[in-house]
């Protein structure tokens, strides 16, 4: 069998070869070939011949289309038969004088698979775990030479026959980082190149698979673990070891707040940071939660936070501003679960409350009342402070600290009267000699006769008012020269009357020493160091 008919010599061998006898006798017939190959639908040539060479009756019989293709020889005919589907056996036959014989030729159809289809793969597959690959393949023959190749992108993962109509084949493979984006088919392979054909390749659709890690350990949470009221605080979560890190995604909420993160990403890691800001509607313990979503799976992570409100507590004063001598009532309270301290009060009770009486004086203005209040929420101390200022009005002081009474100032000199009036509010200060020359307090002045006398200073303020008599002193250059003769003449009469007294006083030591060792009276030693 052939697209056309053998030589004659050629067809004897083939004869030879695919004979298949039947019947008694020496006659026998026979194809041109045994065993042949041809794609589904197609036409094969049929040389059907015999031995004898009048044969009574020589054909073929076939459920296929056939045809007799003319002319013939005396002991062969050739046959087409077309739009072959299927495998057949088509059979030869002759009666020939000596008897009958029959000859049986194989024809194999070929065709690769109408369907060749890799199964859906896991919209997200975790790194780690088996992916199980799953190839359907519909027809294509002959099977024993069908195989199908599951494929990572061009790598072979798994090569098997395709058994079974449809065929499915599957293998499991265990996913990577890498695999994330790698392409997976499923192709067959129907290998006739043994019968001096081709290899017939058939390949699926690819699918994209698509790789990710989410570590088991929660996300860490960190954020304050009490909050005030009409305060904002700062919460962060972050988790690593997350691939892709650029799909994951952040959930955090405070309660029924829902917070807007500004997510970092880094090489395998996020952080998402949040501001939260609180009410008193939700004063009390509430859970804040974070959660970290990749594709299908999460980890997430919840602790509590206290929501408090404490103001700072209140100090009153019964007056800000009192008068000397006034009684004051000075008071701190704070919240009813609070501890209250006055500073500068004796110790008192725990509570939220806290006073003490004092009787204001000059060194009270300007003071200071602190009140410190403490407050336990959820285990820590928060402390809260408020500071009330109390201004006692007094009058005026003038004393000889800050305004001496008496200055003596050498003529011509360059001096400074200085002379400070104490009181609240502060008092105006003037000084005049005679009632009409003023003593140009706090100005530097040239020292001159004009200057010296004695003058009266007032301070006055709507507190009252006091005065005090202050004396200035000019000292002419002769006077100063007259001082200075006076102070040298003491100094050497001094250093005179010291050295007199020094040398009388070792005189009388020689006159008892002498006195002693005539009354045969034993000395004891002097250790005390006389002048030379």
């Not at 313990?285 to 970290?292: E, F, G, K, P, S």
């Not at 992570?301 to 700072?312: E, H, L, N």
């Amino acid at each position: 069998m052939a697209p056309s008919g053998p030589r004659p010599a050629l067809l004897a061998l083939l004869v030879l070869l695919g004979a298949l006898f039947l019947g008694p006798g020496n006659a026998h017939t026979s194809v041109s070939s045994a065993n042949v190959f041809l794609p589904r639908g197609g036409s094969v040539l049929v040389n059907c011949s015999t031995s004898c060479d009048q044969p009574t009756l020589l054909g073929i019989e076939t459920p296929l289309p056939k045809k007799e293709l003319l002319p013939g020889g005396n002991n062969w005919k050739m046959y087409e038969l077309s739009n072959v589907q299927e495998d057949s056996q088509p059979m030869c036959y002759s009666n020939c004088p000596d008897g009958q014989s029959a000859a049986k030729t194989f024809l194999t159809v070929y065709w690769t698979p109408e369907r060749v289809e890799l199964a859906p793969l896991p919209s997200w597959q975790p790194v780690g775990k088996n992916l199980t690959l799953r190839c359907q393949v519909e027809g294509g023959a002959p099977r024993a030479n069908l195989t199908v190749v599951l494929l990572r992108g061009e790598e072979e993962l798994s090569r098997q026959p395709a058994v079974g109509e449809p065929a499915e084949v599957t293998a499991t493979v265990l996913a990577r980082k890498d695999d994330h984006g790698a392409n997976f088919s499923c192709r067959t392979e129907l290998d006739l190149r043994p019968q001096g054909l081709e290899l017939f390749e058939n390949t699926s659709a690819p699918h994209q698979l698509q790789t990710f890690v989410l570590p088991a350990t929660p996300p860490q949470l960190v954020s304050p673990r009490v909050l005030e009221v009409d305060t904002q605080g700062t919460v962060v979560c972050s988790l690593d070891g997350l691939f892709p890190v650029s799909e994951a995604q952040v959930h955090l909420a405070l309660g029924d707040q829902r917070l807007n993160p500004t997510v970092t990403y880094g090489v395998d890691s996020l952080s998402a940071k949040a501001s939260v800001s609180v009410t008193a509607e939700e004063e009390g313990t509430q859970w804040l939660w974070c959660a970290v979503i990749l594709r299908n799976q999460s980890q997430e992570t919840r602790q509590p936070v206290t929501i408090y409100s404490f103001p700072a507590p209140n100090v009153t004063l019964m007056k800000p501003e009192v008068s000397e001598g006034t009684e004051v009532i000075v008071k701190c309270e704070a919240h009813p679960a609070a501890n209250v301290t006055l500073n500068g009060v004796p110790a008192q009770p725990p509570g939220p409350r806290a006073q003490f009486l004092l009787k204001a004086t000059p060194e009270d203005n300007g003071r200071s009342f602190s009140c410190s209040a403490t407050l336990e929420v959820a285990g820590q101390l928060i402390h809260k402070n408020q500071t009330r200022e109390l201004r006692v009005l007094y009058g005026p002081r003038l004393d000889e600290r800050d305004c001496p009474g008496n200055w003596t100032w050498p003529e011509n000199s360059q001096q400074t009267p200085m002379c400070q009036a104490w009181g609240n509010p502060l008092p105006e200060l003037k000084c005049l000699k005679d009632g009409t020359f003023p003593l140009p307090i706090g100005e530097s002045v040239t020292v001159t006769r004009d200057l010296e006398g004695t003058y009266l200073c007032r301070a006055r303020s709507t507190q009252g008012e006091v005065t005090r008599e202050v004396t200035v002193n000019v000292l002419s250059p002769r006077y100063e020269i007259v001082i200075i003769t006076v102070v040298a003449a003491a100094a050497i009469l001094g250093t005179a009357g010291l050295s007199t007294y020094l040398y009388n006083r070792q005189r009388k030591i020689r006159i008892y020493r002498l006195q002693q060792a005539q009354k045969g009276t034993p000395m004891k030693p002097n250790t005390q160091t006389t002048p030379p």
